[in-house]
């Protein structure tokens, strides 16, 4: 192999790389521009940031096929049927945190949803 096909392989690779970049390889935490939503949970395979009405959250990972940021908004929906037991409420996919943020604020919950974290101190209850 000569030279200049090792560099163009070199340069592609590189480019590739560049391509496949994404915020979550990055560990930013995408919350600090907005202050109603917090980092609340953070693995090698996720991001959670919460809502301060700590109801709605947008899990933030990476598509399998494209490499590239999803940002997922979603709440659970919490009743009681003889034990507590809770719904996930998908409210929609985007390929960027401002637009997730955006759906998370104007997400239309029953009026009866309660938080996570008081959901599940009535469950220890």
């Given at each position: 192999m000569t030279t200049?096909?090792?560099t163009k392989m070199t340069q592609t690779h590189s480019e590739m790389t560049i391509?496949?970049?994404n915020l979550f390889s990055q560990t930013?935490?995408?919350a600090a521009d907005y202050s109603?939503?917090?980092l609340t949970f953070k693995c090698s395979t996720f991001d959670k940031y919460t809502h301060q009405d700590g109801k709605v959250y947008i899990m933030h990972g990476v598509d399998s096929k494209t490499f590239l940021d999803v940002f997922?908004?979603?709440?659970?929906?919490?009743?009681?049927?003889g034990c507590w037991h809770g719904n996930s409420?998908?409210?929609g996919s985007f390929d960027n945190f401002a637009d997730a943020v955006t759906c998370a604020r104007n997400a239309q919950l029953?009026?009866?949803?309660?938080?996570e974290d008081a959901a599940l101190s009535l469950m220890r209850n």
């Open positions: 200049t096909e090792m391509h496949y970049t930013v935490d995408l109603d939503f917090a997922t908004v979603e709440a659970m929906i919490y009743e009681y049927k409420m998908n409210f029953p009026e009866v949803s309660i938080s």
